[in-house]
Structures are given as C-alpha cells and as structure tokens.
C-alpha cells in the first residue's frame, strides 16, 4: 500500500494508529501543535483496561515495554466519608484487569516505536477544508498546507477535523474540577499520604468530590470536583494561586483537614478544568477520505474510559486499512460501524447505578485523562 496517511494529533489514540500503520509498512505522518514531546506534562495516571485499551498495545506489539510502566500497588481503592470516615479499603492483589501506568510514559513508548520523521512538532491546525476527490487540505497556523487522500483527526475535543464531518460542538457538562498536586507527600504530607493510601481515593457528598491518586515519586495527584456553572468559576480568579486555593476550599468547610490539605497544602497552583462533552452517541455520515477518533469523534463526561478507546480506535482503524488497501473507503466504513456503539455504550455506562464503587474508581481515572484531553488541542 502506497497511500500516505494523515495523522492529526500525537495523543494516544493517533500515536497508536502511526504504529499500527507502521506495522502493516503503511507510511503516516502525525502532525502535533506541540513543539516537543516535553512541551509540557502530559497529565496523571490511567488505568488501562484489559478489554479495550490492552488490546490495543497488544496490536500494536508493545506488550512487553507497556508492562514495564506499571506502577505496581497502584489499583489499590480507598473510598472515605468527608469526615475521613474510611467505607472502603481495597488493597491491590495483583490480580485486577486495570493496571496504572503514567500517561506521559505511555506516550513516550508509543513515540520510541515510530520512526523518527513520523511526527512533525509545531504544526498547530488552524483549518481544514475538501478539496474534491476525497482529498482535504490542511492549514497549519504557520501558513503551511498539506493535501491528503487519507486525513485522521486525533485531535481532541476541539478538534479542527471534526467540522469536515459533523456541526456537533463539545458542550460544558456542569461540572469543573481543580487540579492540585502535592510532592514528597510520605514525609512532606503524611497525614494526606496515610488518606489517599496507595493507588486511588475518592471522597464524594452531594456536588462536591475529591479523587486523588498516588503516583510516581511519592507524589498525590488530586482533582477536586465542583458541580457549578461556568459564571461561578468565571467569577475566581485563578490568576491568584492563594486567593482561588482559599474559594475553593471554603467549599468542602466540616471535610476533614487531611483531606481538605489536597486543595490548601497543593504544591503547585491550582489550575481549573472545565469538562466538556459531545453528544452521546455522536456519528456522523461517510464522508470519503476523512474519519476522526477518540475525543475528536465521542468526547464523553470522564468515564475512565477515553484513553483506553482512543487507543482502541487507533489500532482497529489501523487494522482495517490494512484489510483493505486497494479500498480506503471499505476500510473507514468497517471501523465506523464498531466504533459508533462502542463508543455510545462506553459513554451511557456512566450513568449506570450498578457497580457504584467500580464506576466512582473508573471515573477518578476519566478525571485523570480528561484535564489533559481537553486542553490539548484548544
């Protein structure tokens, strides 16, 4: 097959496609608005899911360097009352089906596996439009343009690809989270450290959450969660570290202080995450030369889930344009019709009541993944 692919977006999902391609000896070029792969942090920790996100490293043939990210004792859940009260203490026997990893050593393995001309840093798309034939040409904010028979868009929720093919917009969702970070939390915080245990914790009361996770290097990773509108967010200025810090945790006022220390004891800045999600069950009709994945095609409420289908549907795009090199069109076609309901169960799973702790577990993880899926491509 000598038909280039064009590949936007250099997250997960189009990194994993790139290698699939290159795997099959079909050629792709990945164009990402970052200027280097350490830009910037790449976000916390996922959980990557044995029935879809693993599948797609095993197509990719990475089994062996993605189990050498695992961070071992990390599946380990803690659910507490705001009080500290503890209701649930999972340990990690080893033996669950969703082992953490870093997102950003995710990528870097992804990254090792290409070529080195695969990617190519500091084109931000500005826009896209059809040029005739199932060809669409891209424009970089720089100037620059690329026409292709073959355009991906693994761009994100605000994807530039996606108006080629739908006029659905991602919507707020009524919830934000702030991010907060604590390091050297065993000897620095060791009483929030004893808290969060582990892997995960999730503390939740009515329209008020935290969900923290132990990563690398003894650091904690919260994300404190605010069911409010955007103009109640608007009015904090997030500009002033200790101004925001202190608004924020008025909020969760009568939580415990070990908790409470995840939004005043932070580290760094706090920094807002409006969430954001396309409809659920959000398609679109063929339009030749041009398909979309992950956020770009179904941005969800954070369900533990994105990462692992943007994966997903990185590899099996991957493999039906491999099953159909003379016919770009059959193989767009056959990853469509799964991709669709896959990704509208994955989304409406979320509101399921079954599994409760399993859904709140996976959702601290959707968390983890959606602050920095959301930003990526605004």
């Avoid at 942090?41 to 490293?57: F, R, T």
């Avoid at 761009?155 to 604590?182: I, N």
């Avoid at 990704?343 to 399921?352: C, G, I, L, R, V």
Wanted: hydrophobic letters at 40%.
């Amino acid at each position: 097959m000598t038909t280039d692919v064009t590949i936007i977006g250099a997250g997960l999902g189009g990194l994993t496609l790139a290698r699939v391609l290159h795997l099959h000896g079909i050629p792709a070029t990945v164009y990402e608005a970052e200027p280097s792969p350490a830009a910037r942090s790449q976000g916390g920790m996922l959980d990557i899911h044995d029935y879809n996100g693993q599948l797609a490293i095993k197509e990719a043939e990475l089994v062996n360097e993605f189990r050498g990210l695992i961070l071992e004792g990390r599946q380990a859940l803690r659910v507490l009352d705001p009080d500290g009260t503890v209701l649930l203490d999972k340990a990690d026997d080893g033996t669950g089906g969703r082992p953490e990893v870093q997102r950003g050593e995710l990528r870097q393995i992804l990254l090792d596996s290409l070529p080195v001309d695969t990617v190519r840093w500091g084109h931000k798309v500005s826009g896209t439009r059809t040029v005739g034939e199932g060809r669409h040409e891209v424009t970089f904010a720089d100037g620059g343009t690329v026409v292709t028979s073959l355009l991906v868009g693994a761009d994100g929720a605000w994807s530039r690809v996606r108006p080629l093919l739908s006029t659905a917009t991602p919507v707020y969702v009524g919830k934000s989270v702030v991010e907060t970070y604590l390091f050297a939390a065993d000897t620095r915080h060791p009483a929030v450290a004893k808290a969060v245990g582990g892997g995960t914790m999730i503390v939740h009361a009515s329209d008020r959450a935290i969900f923290a996770h132990r990563e690398r290097d003894d650091t904690l990773h919260a994300y404190v969660g605010l069911s409010e509108p955007q103009d109640w967010f608007d009015a904090i200025d997030f500009t002033d570290a200790r101004a925001a810090t202190a608004r924020i945790a008025r909020e969760f006022d009568g939580w415990a202080p070990e908790l409470t220390a995840l939004i005043t004891d932070g580290d760094m800045p706090p920094v807002l995450r409006p969430l954001y999600a396309l409809p659920t069950g959000h398609r679109w009709d063929r339009v030749p030369g041009v398909t979309l994945l992950g956020d770009a095609a179904h941005l969800s409420i954070p369900n533990g889930e994105g990462a692992n289908l943007a994966m997903l549907d990185g590899a099996e795009l991957g493999k039906a344009l491999a099953a159909h090199p003379d016919d770009t069109e059959a193989a767009l076609t056959e990853y469509e019709k799964v991709m669709f309901p896959r990704s509208a169960e994955a989304a409406a799973s979320e509101d399921a009541e079954a599994h409760r702790t399993d859904a709140e577990n996976t959702a601290a993880h959707g968390l983890s993944a959606a602050v920095t899926r959301h930003e990526q491509s605004r």
